[in-house]
């Protein structure tokens, strides 16, 4: 818990975002392409004057906002995201408006290369998230909104904020790129997207030939508590 509350103090300054965006051109993640998506919470916590909602209920929301997410990409390798949901803000209803209550999540994020068989990070990724400030929150989502609406509305956010710290990670030490280069890097780019048609790309295998050995070992790596 007190780690929790520590992390929750950083969400005071937490840029908010906006996942509304499924609808235009993915962000520029070289040759990505979704493998496992493995989510887990065995070291949930609940935050103070919050809504309950269960391990089972994060897993299923966010695992379905990161397959709506990164399923655009159609890159010609695997990797796999392995997600462990760590703690949560639902705001409740009936809390003053001056307090201005806000609706967080925090998670854990690991990225494994499934060619070469290992973490790309060996230091899980921390994403802090804050619900999208609106009209409909500004009074605080408690009073506006569902349990299932913010947790819909947070995972969402929480994709997208995962696509970004991805699309930084190809720019600045080429994670996704065919010849490991940086992508900001390489001349015919523009902020990391290539300004030519490139070779056709082979056909990637399909995620369920990776195997289950590796969706295992995927879960249980994030599943591991960061100290």
Known sequence: MRRFMALLGLLAVAACTNANDLDSEPAYLGNFRLGHNVVVAPNLTKGPVSRAASQEEWIDAMTRAINE?????????????????EGYVLAIPGVPVVASPKSALILNVTVWDDAAGKKLNEKPELITVVETASAKTVIGSGLTQSKEVQMEHLSRNAAKLIENWLNRQNDNLGWFEDDGRPAKEKIGLMSGRPEANPAPAAEPADAGETGEETAEQVREEAAEAVE
Not at 69 to 85: A, D, M, N, P, Q
């Open 69 to 85: 997410r990164f399923t655009r990409h159609e890159g010609s390798k695997l990797y796999h995201l392995g997600v462990s949901v």
